[in-house]
């Protein structure tokens, strides 16, 4: 599953289409009308961990984008109008009928589409996956993409294994997003100390935004910390030392994503530790939820152990 500094990169693919039209769409996917984000503009991208959100508007800004692109002065406007359509002004755009009809808004706001990346979901930005490898059958089929959208440019975005639904507004709380550098360290601290395994609290997308399953199982062994151990049982700089990897690793990862270089893992996946000893692999999650695979290294991470009585 796509993590936190991958969606970030998804991101960075759909930013340079903010301030587009688009002009055609396809896809797959039965959880939209396509025809609602026909001639829409995209107006803002944002992320919250995993999730992606992009604003749609049925005009080529909201007010307060076009009071920006006054102040940046008449040579970005130029560029800008380079990169659209200059056929359809604000007041005539094509958007407008089906808007009427399709939404709650009006002309000066915009609707967000939400995409959430399952196992194998991505984004490209003016190119098409192909198959890597044949199926069972030996047929050799490329991935169907749930959504395309085409824009004014010539550009085009495809989406694969997504869900994707309407918002009215993106649900980002960047101080619980690990990638954020308004990430909120001594919050995220109380969370992880309470009497829970720590490697079910990490995974809690309400307080560790952005976590996966790779990143959970790295940072654990980078800091020395038994997957199960109870957060109220660790020591507080340990945990301390838990977050700042966390941020360090995730910020590292997401560097590496835009260089496309590989991220060199220290436990995930791998049969021994970087000492020489055995890992252990083991499903666990919270009693009802879903259970992912761990590995750890029971030498280097131990459990932390209720303090004797004196
Ligand atoms: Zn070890």
Do not use: D, Q, T, W
């Given at each position: 599953m796509p993590e936190g500094p991958t969606v970030r990169r998804f991101s960075s693919l759909v930013s340079p289409f903010v301030g587009q039209q688009v002009v055609k769409v396809g896809g797959s996917t039965k959880q939209i009308a396509l025809q609602d984000v026909m001639g829409r503009w995209i107006h803002d991208c944002q992320v919250q961990g995993k999730k992606l959100y992009i604003a749609f508007g049925c005009c080529k800004t909201r007010e307060a984008a076009s009071a920006d692109a006054q102040e940046q002065g008449d040579e970005e406007e130029e560029e800008e109008k380079s990169l659209c359509d200059p056929a359809p002004s604000d007041s005539s755009s094509p958007s407008t009928s089906h808007l009427s009809t399709a939404s709650k808004e009006d002309d000066s706001s915009c609707t967000w589409l939400r995409f959430h990346f399952g196992l194998y979901g991505s984004i490209r930005a003016n190119e098409i996956a192909r198959a890597k490898q044949g199926n069972k059958r030996g047929d050799w089929k490329d991935p169907t993409p749930r959504l395309i959208l085409h824009f004014t440019s010539g550009g085009f975005l495809v989406f694969y294994n997504c869900r994707i639904h309407w918002c009215s507004s993106p649900d980002v709380e960047p101080s619980c997003d690990i990638l954020s550098p308004e990430f909120d360290k001594k919050k995220a601290l109380s969370v992880l100390?309470?009497?829970?395994?720590v490697c079910i609290t990490l995974m809690d997308q309400r307080h560790?935004?952005?976590?996966?399953n790779i990143i959970k199982n790295e940072i654990l062994y980078l800091a020395g910390v038994h997957p199960l151990s109870l957060g109220s049982l660790v020591p507080a700089d340990t945990l301390s030392a838990l977050i700042d990897h966390a941020i360090s690793f995730t910020a590292q990862w997401y560097r590496n994503k835009m260089q496309g270089e590989p991220m060199h893992y220290h436990?995930?996946?791998?049969?021994?530790?970087?000492?020489g000893h055995k890992v252990v692999k083991e499903s666990i999650g919270p009693p009802c939820g879903l259970k992912r695979l761990t590995w750890y290294c029971p030498t280097c991470q131990e459990l932390a152990q209720p303090k004797e009585p004196t």
């Open positions: 100390s309470a009497p829970k395994p560790f935004s952005g976590v996966g436990i995930y996946m791998k049969e021994s530790c970087e000492k």
